[in-house]
């Protein structure tokens, strides 16, 4: 079962206290709900930050060791181009 998170709607700009609120939220999610695959769907996100970048990854690697998957969609141009600078867009941009 897959778990689509409407990150945009909910972030449209993950920086400063809202990169804490953000990480927060991830990891509620992930330990709450039953999924095999987690989506975040950035569509409507401008913006985000290295610290959330961070809580993607840590995310990631905690779902990794579970079993499950995360997957990136409909992430803006810049927020991808941010992906392939910290050797993430061929992991999470499936």
Not at 22 to 37: G, M, R
Not at 47 to 55: C, F, Q, W, Y
Not at 83 to 88: A, E, K, P, S, Y
Request: aromatic share 6%.
């Amino acid at each position: 079962m897959d778990l689509v998170l409407e990150i945009g709607s909910k972030f449209p700009e993950i920086s400063g206290p809202v990169s804490d609120t953000f990480a927060n939220y991830l990891n509620t999610v992930c330990e709450k709900e039953d999924f095999n695959e987690l989506v975040l769907d950035l569509g409507g996100t401008r913006m985000i930050s290295s610290m959330a970048m961070g809580s993607i990854f840590a995310v990631y690697q905690r779902l990794h060791e579970k079993g499950k998957t995360l997957r990136v969609v409909n992430a803006s141009d810049k927020v991808t181009h941010l992906l392939r600078m910290v050797n993430l867009a061929d992991i999470l941009l499936k």
